[in-house]
């Protein structure tokens, strides 16, 4: 009997920690394959990156009227890279494709879109000093500025 009670013991908490560790990837995964921030680079391109939450891109979608600069983005690969990295490789895409050059004494507005005001203004901090950083090297964009606005959302109650 106590043989059989011990295997039962054993049995049980086996499918306790396999319970455990199979919720905590399902979550995981959740929150990797769900965006938490949509992040808008405006102008001409403008472009729109979903987020997760762990500031990975999940999605990219850009004016459908302009293909060009469609395929410029999709030929970037920027799915499931850091959302700095890929603003950084959008402007560098967008910069030798000559359009960056048309903001000098203009400008970018960079929007962030999330219900965690503090996450979003953290997020937007480091984007605007990554994006400076960048436009600071590039002498055919000296004269470009980035404008920045944080949007809170409202979390649904569906």
Same mark, same amino acid.
């Given at each position: ?7 039962? *013991?054993?049995?049980?908490?086996? *499918? ?6 199979? &919720? ?15 992040? /808008? ?8 990156? /979903? ?29 499931? +890279?850091?959302? /700095? ?8 895409? *967008? ?43 590039? &002498?055919?964009?000296?004269?470009? +500025? ?9 979390? /649904?109650?569906?």
């Amino acid at each position: 009997m106590k043989k059989i009670f011990g295997f039962l *013991i054993k049995f049980f908490a086996f *499918i306790v920690v396999l319970s455990i560790v199979f &919720s905590g990837a399902a979550y995981c995964g959740y929150l990797y394959i769900t965006p938490s921030s949509v992040i /808008s680079l405006k102008g001409n391109p403008s472009i729109r990156y /979903s987020v997760n939450s762990f500031n990975r891109v999940i999605k990219v979608e850009t004016d459908e009227s302009n293909i060009e600069i469609s395929n410029m983005v999709e030929d970037l690969s920027l799915n499931n +890279k850091n959302i /700095s990295e890929a603003v950084q490789r959008t402007l560098e895409g *967008i910069s030798s494709g000559g359009y960056v050059s048309q903001y000098n004494n203009s400008g970018f507005t960079l929007s962030i879109s999330n219900q965690d005001e503090k996450k979003a203004n953290d997020l937007m901090e480091k984007l605007k000093k990554d994006v400076q950083t960048y436009l600071e090297g590039k &002498s055919e964009v000296e004269n470009v +500025k980035i404008e920045t606005a944080v949007n809170v959302t409202q979390k /649904s109650t569906e």
